[in-house]
C-alpha cells in the first residue's frame, strides 16, 4: 500500500512518469503555486483558455467532494469511472516496479495520465503542498529537481515505449498570496516558505508571474524574484488596482457584480461572480498571466491567442465551488468558504462584515466551524467572530484518498471557543455540518450562516445535499 502520510521529494514520481512514457511531456503547462487563491487562479486561467478554444486540462488539488472532481478536461470534471480507470493503470505500474509512490503522488500522475489521454493542449496545475519537492514540480527538460540527477530506470516495454518527447519547461510559474501555513512542513517564516514554493521556478521557464503578496511586507515577492533571476527567468507584478469592481456584491446569491480591467490594451468590462475583495486580486494576477501568455511559443509549437471576448465569455460564467460561495440548502441561505487560516480567514471577515453592514437590524452571524487536526483555529476564529455571534462546532468525514488528514474533534473546538470567546454563543457540538444546519433555532432564521474552516467540512455539505460540482 502507498504511503497513508505527507511523504514529499520527487524521486518515486519521476521513476512513476518515466514508467507511464512521460505523459507529463505531452503539453503545454501553467504551474500556479502559493498558499491562498491559488485554485481559484488555476480556474480563471483555464476557463479562458477553454474559451479560447484550446483543450485545456485543470488539476486542482485537494479535492473537493470526490477525486476524481480535481481533474478537468475542457472545464469538465473526468468521469469517476475514467478516473478510477486511469488511477488503477498507475497504481498497477507503480506496484509492479516497486516505486512505492505515495497517495497524492498516485493522484498526480493519474491527473498527468488523463491529461495526455484526453488529447490535453495546456494544463493549468495547481501546486500541491509548497512546491520544491511537491509532486507536481515534474516540468522541466531534465526530468529532475533543479541540481538534482534523478536516475532513469529500465522501463517495461509495454509501459515504456516510445518515451522520446523532451521535457518542456511551464509557460509560465504563477504565484498567489503567499502567508504562514504547513509551517511544520514549509517553514515558520514567510521568506522560508516563499523559497520552498519557489522551487518549481526552472530554467527555460518563459515567464514567472507574482501576485499580491500583503503578508511580512511583501517579502515573499523579494524571494521569488531572486530564484527567478538566478535561473533566468523573467518576472511579470500583477497590480491588485488594475481590476476595479463596478457594482457592489448583493447579500444574495446570483447577484450582479461587474468588475472592469485592461488587457492588451483594451478595456474589457464584464460579470464576474466570484465575491469577495480577495478574488479581484486573484483576478488580477489571473490577467497578468493571461497577458504574458499570449506573447509567447510552446517549445510543442501551441501558440496562445487569447481575445477579449474569450476573457469575457469565459469569466460571466466561471464557478469555483467551495470558496465564498451562497448555496440554499432546504430553503435557507448558506455562505459556504475553505477559509482555514488567518489570511484566509481575514478576508473571509471583509465579506461577512459586509454582509452585516447591509443587515444592520440583524448583524448577527451563526457560523458552524470545522478543522483538520493541528490548525490553530484559535487564530482563525480571531479574525471572524464577534460578540453575539452564535458558532456550532462540527466535524468533517474520513476524506477519501486523503487518509492524513484528520479532523479535531468538535468537543475540543467547542471547549477552546467558550474559554477564548466568552462573548460568542457556543450552542453545540455534533459529528457532522448537517446536524448543526437542523438545529438553527427558531431565532436564528434570520442570521447569517457561514459554514467554514476547512474545506473538508464544506464537502461534506456538497456530498450531503449532492450538490453540483
Known amino acids: 500500500m502507498p504511503p497513508s502520510t505527507i511523504v ?40 479562458v483558455l477553454n474559451a ?79 512546491g520544491r519537492l511537491d509532486a507536481t514540480n515534474v516540468f522541466d527538460e531534465t526530468g529532475g529537481e533543479e541540481g538534482t540527477s534523478i536516475e532513469q530506470k529500465t522501463i517495461d516495454a509495454k509501459e515504456g515505449a516510445g518515451i ?51 503578508e511580512a511586507g511583501g517579502v515573499a515577492s523579494t524571494v521569488l524574484a531572486e530564484i527567478a533571476n538566478a535561473r533566468d527567468v523573467p518576472v511579470q507584478y500583477a497590480d491588485d488596482s488594475a481590476v476595479i469592481r463596478l457594482t457592489g456584491e448583493g447579500a444574495k446569491a446570483g447577484g450582479e457584480n461587474m468588475v472592469e480591467f485592461s488587457f492588451g490594451g483594451i478595456k474589457v468590462k464584464t460579470h464576474f461572480p466570484l465575491l469577495g475583495t480577495f478574488q479581484l486580486s486573484n483576478l488580477a494576477t489571473a490577467i497578468k498571466t493571461l497577458e504574458v501568455l499570449r ?26 465551488p467551495g470558496r465564498l460561495e451562497w448555496l440554499t440548502i432546504e430553503g435557507r441561505e448558506i455562505l459556504v468558504d475553505g477559509a482555514h487560516n488567518p489570511q484566509a480567514a481575514r478576508e473571509l471577515a471583509l465579506f461577512v462584515n459586509s454582509q452585516r453592514e447591509l443587515r444592520r437590524g440583524r448583524p448577527r452571524v451563526t457560523w458552524i466551524v470545522g ?61 457532522r455540518v448537517h446536524e448543526c444546519l437542523s438545529l438553527l433555532r427558531d431565532e436564528e432564521a434570520g442570521d447569517i450562516v457561514v459554514v467554514c474552516g476547512s474545506l473538508y467540512l464544506v464537502a461534506d455539505l456538497y456530498r450531503h445535499n449532492k450538490l453540483p460540482l
Not at 168 to 190: K, M, Q, R, S, Y
Request: proline fraction near 4%.
Open 164 to 214: 522520446s518527447l523532451r521535457g518542456e519547461p511551464a509557460l509560465a510559474c504563477v504565484f498567489t498570496a503567499i502567508g504562514l501555513d504547513h509551517t511544520d512542513i514549509l517553514g515558520d517564516t514567510i521568506e522560508k516558505i516563499a523559497r520552498e514554493k519557489g522551487g518549481i521556478i526552472k530554467h527555460g521557464v518563459g515567464g514567472v508571474v507574482i501576485g499580491s503578496q500583503p
Open 52 to 130: 479560447a478554444g484550446y483543450i485545456t486540462g485543470r488539476f486542482n488539488s485537494p479535492h473537493l467532494a470526490y477525486p476524481h472532481d480535481g481533474v478537468r478536461i475542457k472545464e469538465r470534471v473526468v468521469e469517476r469511472e475514467t478516473y478510477d480507470a486511469a488511477y488503477s493503470r498507475v497504481a498497477e505500474v507503480d506496484a509492479r516496479n516497486e516505486v512505492g509512490a505515495s497517495l497524492f503522488e498516485l493522484q498526480t500522475a493519474t491527473a498527468l495520465l488523463l491529461f495526455r489521454d484526453g488529447g490535453v493542449e495546456v494544463a493549468v496545475v495547481e501546486v500541491g503542498l509548497g
Open 295 to 320: 506573447t509567447m511559443k510552446s517549445a510543442s509549437g501551441v501558440v496562445i491567442n487569447i481575445k477579449d471576448d474569450h476573457i469575457r465569455s469565459a469569466l460571466s460564467n466561471v464557478r469555483w
Open 371 to 431: 478543522f483538520t487536526q493541528g490548525k490553530d483555529f484559535i487564530n482563525v476564529l480571531r479574525e471572524v467572530l464577534k460578540p453575539g455571534d452564535v458558532l456550532y462546532a462540527s466535524e468533517f468525514s474520513k476524506v477519501e484518498g486523503m487518509p492524513w488528514v484528520r479532523c479535531a474533534p468538535s468537543s475540543v473546538l467547542q471547549e477552546a471557543v467558550a474559554k477564548a470567546f466568552p462573548d460568542v454563543d457556543c450552542r453545540a457540538a455534533t459529528s
Open 8 to 47: 514529499l521529494g520527487l524521486e518515486r514520481i519521476h521513476r512513476l512518469l518515466s514508467l507511464l512514457s512521460h505523459p507529463e511531456r505531452s503539453y503545454s503547462v501553467v504551474h500556479v503555486g502559493g498558499t491562498n487563491g491559488k485554485g481559484t487562479v488555476t480556474t480563471l486561467i483555464a476557463s
